[in-house]
């Protein structure tokens, strides 16, 4: 339907649609019309810091360059140990892009790929130097299907709208995260293509922030039991995941405390399953809207869970699968 679709969900509070951000752009910069530029190489030597997403125009204002279509960064040597902000925002007519010279790189800073909606594929690899990584990373690179984060291993801090909207997305690998403990506002906002999704790699994750999983409206089942360690989350954590029918793992969320509004709303077709045969279920009608009583129905059934574990320990039967302490 319309819904699974992605359509009629409205845009997360805050994240610009493309053409949104270009009359926004236009209006604020008096950006003029900017020729096709086709960028053999960038030579950036012995640089510390690289900028390359702006030139300025005649008034002194930033001009994006959406006209971009091929760009090979050369380094003379080390090559550049942190990228700047909107690196190369907007190219939307890149498709292909080579980081193998940024293997020294540590920090990256707001923006690197925002906007660049004709990519269709992206190597991380060279990235696995990376400890920081600020707002908008991949944001509405919508026509990336797959991308494997598992290079990013060094990475201990990511900022808002990591990949939202990367709407064409079918396969995402996040291993890679498994240092991250915070995950920001809009972390996979839209992802609409997404089917499945394993949070495996999150475990470490205390708190997350606004809009989630917002309106990644294929997903048909989601395992939360590694966000066990997760003691705050943010509005609308899974708000117009239109397909949803299967979630389960709240029996593990000992830690929580808090938990925004709008947590599963207009998620209709959803059910809870239990962690293990036999365990309980919290009650959904409690959850949906969160708040307060979705933290005190998902503590009651953490005691209900552990006490069941116990009873099932005490006896010798088989409760929880192997591995999962309810811990």
């Keep these: 339907n319309a819904l699974a679709r992605g359509e009629g969900i409205p845009a997360a509070i805050g994240v610009e649609t493309p053409e949104q951000r270009k009359t926004r752009l236009a209006a604020e910069s008096k950006v003029k019309a900017v020729a096709v530029i086709d960028v053999e190489a960038v030579n950036v030597g012995d640089v510390h810091e690289l900028r390359l997403g702006y030139v300025s125009n005649p008034d002194g204002y930033p001009a994006i360059l959406p006209a971009i279509r091929r760009l090979i960064v050369t380094t003379t040597s080390e090559g550049p140990l942190k990228i700047g902000d909107f690196f190369l925002d907007d190219c939307s007519g890149l498709t292909s892009l080579d980081l193998s010279p940024l293997g020294n790189v540590k920090t990256i800073e707001s923006g690197f790929l925002s906007y660049c909606s004709g990519l269709t594929s992206l190597d991380l690899s060279p990235l696995r130097n990376v400890t920081t990584i600020g707002t908008s990373f991949l944001l509405y690179c919508s026509e990336l299907t797959s991308l494997d984060l598992s290079p990013l291993g060094n990475v201990k801090k990511i900022g808002s709208g990591f990949l939202s909207y990367c709407i064409g997305l079918t396969s995402l690998d996040l291993r890679g ?151």
Excluded at 200 to 219: A, D, H, K, W
Excluded at 246 to 270: P, Y
Excluded at 290 to 296: H, I, L
Excluded at 306 to 319: D, I, K, L, M, N
């Design 177 to 327: 995260l498994q240092n991250v403990t915070r995950i920001r506002h809009d972390f996979l906002a839209a992802c609409r293509g997404l089917t499945s999704l394993d949070l495996s790699p999150l475990r470490n994750v205390t708190t997350i922030g606004n809009n989630f999983l917002y309106g990644c409206s294929r997903l048909t089942s989601l395992d939360l039991i590694p966000l066990g360690n997760v003691t705050t989350i943010g509005s609308s954590f899974l708000d117009y995941c239109t397909v949803l029918t299967t979630i389960k793992g709240f029996g593990h969320w000992e830690k929580i405390t808090s938990i925004g509004n709008k947590f599963l709303t207009n998620t209709d077709r959803v059910s809870i399953a239990p962690d293990f045969d036999g365990a309980p279920v919290p009650n959904l009608g409690t959850l949906r809207l969160g708040g307060e009583a979705a933290v005190a129905e998902i503590k009651r059934i953490v005691a209900a869970v552990q006490a069941v574990q116990g009873s099932h320990a005490s006896t010798g039967r088989a409760g929880a699968p192997e591995g999962s302490s309810g811990k």
